[in-house]
C-alpha cells in the first residue's frame, strides 16, 4: 500500500520553514515554554488546510481562551480523555463532505495521551484512523499544577510526588510510550525533541504526507514544571538525548530507525539543570543512570530487531 | 480586620508573599487566612492572591473587592491593571518599583510606598523574584506586622517550600527591601485601558460555537486574535540583537516560543527585527545563537 500522497518529496528545513504563523504571538504560555515551539513549527510544516482537536492541557488554554485564539485553522476541544477518536471523527466527516485532503492533526499533553486518553488514542490507532496525533511531552499534569503522570521519570519532584525526608519524588520509571505505540502496527511512530529541529520538522513533514495513523511523541520541557531557568528548554532538551534520558528513532511501515545514537553522556548534567530533581541523593542518580543504560541497551536491540534487513 | 489584595504575575510568587504575610500575622497572635485567585493564566501573565487578618476569627470566604492595603508585586502592572479597583480612600498602596511615591499613577491619590524590590531581589536573591521583598516594605509602609515577624512568616511558608537555605536569603531580601522603603502619596486620576467585554448573543454566534475573525467592542476575536494580546509586558529581561554577529541561521527564529523574531528584507539585506510587544523575554534565543548575537538585559 502507497502511504505516500502523491509521492510528495520532504524537503522542508529551518531555511525554508514559512514565515507565516499560523500559531500565533500573543499566546499566553509562560516565558520559555517547549510546547509552542513545537506547534508554531507544527503548523508551518502543516499549513492552512488543517483542523486541529485538543485535549484539556497547557496548549488548550495558552492557545486559545475564547473567544480569543492564537490558531488560524479550525480549532476544536471536546474532552480530556478522547481526543484521538474525536479528531477521527471530525476525518470522517470531512471525507464525507468530500474534503479528503484536510489534514487533521490532534495535539495532546502526555497525561491526555498516555494516561487519561490512552483508550481512545489505542483504539483509533488499531483501526488505522487516519489522523496525525501528535503528543508534546512535558512529563507531567502541567495545566493542573504539575501532578505526576505515566511520564513523569524517576525521581522527579511533582506536587503528587513531593520531595521530603520519607519519599524522594516520583518511585516509578517513565511508561515507554512510543514503543507502546509502535507495538499497534501503526503506519508511522516517531520521536522527536525540541531540541533537535531538523529531525523534528523531517519528522512531522513525512507524517503529515502519509496516510493511516501517525504518531508523534515530541520532548517539549517545561520551565515553570521543571523547576529551571525559561533561557534552558532548548539546551536541557537536547541534553537529554545526549544522555540517553530520551531516544530519537521511528518506526516506518515496521522498520525502525535510529536516528540519533545517543552518546550516553553522564545523567549528572541533564539532571542538575532542573529543580524537579535538587532533592537527589547520589544513590536515586545512580538508578536513574542505570534506567539511562538500560533503556539504550534495549532500544538498540529494539532497532536492531526490526531493522530493514530484518524485513522479508 | 484589614485585607490585603497582591497583584503580581504568574511565577512571582504572589500567593507565596500572601501566605506568608499571613503567616506573619498569626505569629502576633492574630487569626489570618491567605488564598489565590484562580485563573486560567501562565506564569507571566497578571494574577492576584489575598490576605485577611483580624483579631477574631474570619469566616469571610470572598475574594477581596473593597482591600484596605494593596500589594503590587510589578510596576508595569499598573497600566495593565487596575490595580486600585475598590481600594479605600483610607487605603494604601505598597508597590514595588524605582520611582518614588510621587511619581506613581494610579486610580486614585493614596498613601504609597514604593520599594526597588527587583534590584533587592537580584541582588540578595540572584533572581528577579521580589514576593519576599515586597513584604520587607509592607512592615515598614504599614507597621501593622513587624519585620521580625515577617522574617518569621518568610521562614515558615518559604521554608516549606524550598528549603530553609533559600528561605534565609529571601528573609534578607525583605529586610533589605525594609531599609530602602519610601513612604509618601501617590497620584490619582490615572485610567489605565479597559477593554469592553465582548458578549455575544445567542445569534451573533456563528453555527457550533465557532468563531470567525471578527472585530468587535473587546478587539479582534476568534481565530488569530491572540494577537491582539501584547504578551511583552510579561518580561523582566529583553533580548538585544547584534546584526553584525548574526549569520541569519534562523535558529533563534525557529526557537522563539512567542513567534517573536522575524525575519525582514530579502538577500544580503536579510536581518532580524524583535517584536518586543510580544517578547516574553525567555531568553532562549540568546542561550541557543550559535554566534552570541543576542544578549539579555535588564
Ligand atoms: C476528565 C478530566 N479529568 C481531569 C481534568 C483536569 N485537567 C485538565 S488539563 C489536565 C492536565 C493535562 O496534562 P497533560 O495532558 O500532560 O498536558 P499539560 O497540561 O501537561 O500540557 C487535567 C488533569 C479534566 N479536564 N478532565
Ligand atoms: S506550565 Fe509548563 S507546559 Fe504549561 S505553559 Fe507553562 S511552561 Fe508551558
Ligand atoms: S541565532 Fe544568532 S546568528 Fe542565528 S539568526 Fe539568530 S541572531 Fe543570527
Ligand atoms: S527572549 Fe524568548 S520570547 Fe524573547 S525573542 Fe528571545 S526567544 Fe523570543
Ligand atoms: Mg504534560
Redesign the pocket.
Known sequence: MDRHQGGETIAITIKTLPKEELFTSGHTAC??CGSPIVVRAAMKILGENTVTYFPACCLLVFGGTYPHNAFKVPYLHVLFENSAVCAAGIKHALNKQGKEDVNVVAFAGDGGTGDIGFQALSGAAERNEDILYICYDNEAYMNTGIQRSGSTPFGAWTTTTPAGTKIGGKELFKKDLPKIMMAHNVPYVATASVGHPADMIRKIEKAKNMKGFRYLQIFAPCPTGWRMDTSKTVEVAKKAVNSGMWTLFEMEDGVVTLNVKPKMEPVDDYLKMQGRFRHLTDEQIKIIQGWAYKKNEMDLKFVEAFSEDKKE | MYEVRFHGRGGQGAVMAAQALASAAFQEGNYAVAFPYFGAERRGAPVMAFTRVDKDKIFSKTLIYEPDYIVVLDDKLCGLVDVSDGLKDSGMAIINSAEKPEDIKLGKAVKCATVDATTVALETLGQPITNSAILGAFAKATGLVSIDSVVEGIMDIFGNRIGERLATKNANAAKAAYEVTQVGTCQGGFECEKADKWLPGYDELPLGLATRPMETPEGLVGPGSFVDNKTGSW?TF??IYDPDKCIMCRM?WF????G??KEVGEGDAKTLE?HHE?????????NECPKDA?K?ER
Request: net charge positive; charged share 10%; with cysteine.
Open positions: 516565558g520559555g | 518580561k529583553a533580548p533563534c526557537y522563539c516560543p512567542d517573536a523574531i524583535f510580544y517578547c516574553k523575554g525567555c531568553g532562549i534565543c540568546a543576542i539579555m
